[in-house]
């Protein structure tokens, strides 16, 4: 028979201590949590101080010429004052009509005019409106009020692609 139905004064075993920090970790659970520790450590030595040293001044940059100029004004792109004058004349419902290449400097307009949409203007009939029925982005251009169309040069290799802000 049991010790335990001999004496029934006698007290029950605790069970093990699960109160945080007491549990017992398995071994396997140290060794991979070293082995983590080993492999940010060998990752972080990897790293060449100078790519970090350039990307904070990369940073630097972007705040202190904002978004605009730092991604259009540079040795091969050439457009900031165009988007810029998109963004300060052109309605934020309004579509920006384009012409010229499709390739470089026109695939970073759209997220630096939105919420403007960017529409190729061979799309375009004679009319004010879109089939969106959105207003066609319009400004003070060569001293009258126009349509605004923003031109953008061929890439060339080696040299700069431009847009520019032209009349319809």
């Known amino acids: 028979m049991s010790e335990r139905l001999l004496h029934p004064e006698m007290p029950t075993p605790a069970a093990p201590s699960t109160a945080p920090g007491t549990e017992v ?3 396997w659970r140290r060794l ?3 082995l983590v520790v080993v492999h940010f450590a060998i ?3 990897r790293v060449p101080a100078d790519v970090i040293g350039k990307r904070c ?4 940059d972007f705040r202190a010429r904002g978004p605009i100029r730092f991604h259009l004004d540079n040795e091969f792109m050439a457009g900031a004052d165009a988007v810029e004058w998109l963004v ?4 934020p419902d ?18 630096l005019i939105w919420p403007r949409l ?3 203007e061979s799309w375009v009939s004679g009319d004010e409106r879109i089939p969106l029925r959105r207003p066609l982005a319009r400004g003070p251009i060569d001293g009258r009020d126009a349509i605004a169309v923003l031109e953008c040069d061929p890439e060339r290799r080696g040299g700069t692609q431009a847009l520019r802000i032209v009349g319809r």
């Open 25 to 27: 970790r398995p071994a």
């Open 32 to 34: 991979a949590a070293a």
């Open 43 to 45: 990752a972080a030595a």
């Open 57 to 60: 001044e990369r940073v630097a």
């Open 88 to 91: 300060r004349h052109a309605s």
């Open 94 to 111: 309004s579509v920006v009509l384009h012409r010229g290449a499709t390739s470089g400097a026109i695939e970073l307009v759209p997220p």
């Open 118 to 120: 960017l529409y190729d």
